[in-house]
């Protein structure tokens, strides 16, 4: 297939593209003008240099897939509510829209498990029909991004996915994030100040996510009929049960110490799929 990726130089984006060139799919990627990475390479991938607002519409024509992977803000510290809004629904409906004019009726696009928010900690484990509870900037416009590109396909015909990843980790992550502290701080030999640790969560590799993507080109996805799926194992686990198996597969030297930072303002404590399947 002839996919045109957006976020194709972030964290899941990256991981997608080698698995989707791997399973011998040709890419055209977006990249902001002088933000293309040099270190892909291959005869059936090419970048090309447009903002998701700036996309000339000709250049969407003659692909068969929009895999929609670009997202604002992800991470914290969160930008805000009306900037996330823009970028992560205006601008997104206004190229769905535009890809749909020029024949590109297959589409996918990442969501966050964090859309759920508060409902999540009522529900011991989410299915797609959970009612979305979002609490900040980005999950909230997250949230709004699902119902807005679910509701444009329905109006245009459009075949839809939209996969809610989990909480994905891995090579390539932002450094500041969890997981790639924690490695840090293993290989250094220091310790890890973290919360307690209680927060349970569902960790998906991003080479399991980038696979789950690959894997969606292939559904068949009815018009006008806009599916929600998660990208998930179905397993619980807390936060501090993961620092635990990571730490002693690295073979740290230093110790963990749960507790000696206070958890995040608004903290969600749980967001656990159901299992895959169910």
Known sequence: MRLLVTGGTGFVGRHFIGAALAAGHQITALSRPGRAPADITAP???WLEAGLDTCPEASLAGHDVLVHLAAHTANHPYDSLEQCLLWN???PLRLFAAAHRAGVTRQIAAGSCFEYGRAAER???????TPLEPVGSYPISKAAASVALGGQARDLGSRLSILRIFQVYGPGEQPTRFWPLLRAAAHAGRDF????GAQVRDFIPVEDVAREFVRELDRTVPAGTPVIRHVATGQAQTLLEFAQHWWKTWGARGSLRPGAQSYRDREL?????APPGE
Do not use: G, N, Q
């Open 269 to 273: 404590m749980r967001l656990v799929s």
């Open 193 to 196: 100040p973290m919360s307690p």
């Open 44 to 46: 059936a991938f090419r």
């Open 89 to 91: 629904v205006t601008v």
């Open 123 to 129: 529900h011991a484990l989410l299915f797609p029909d």
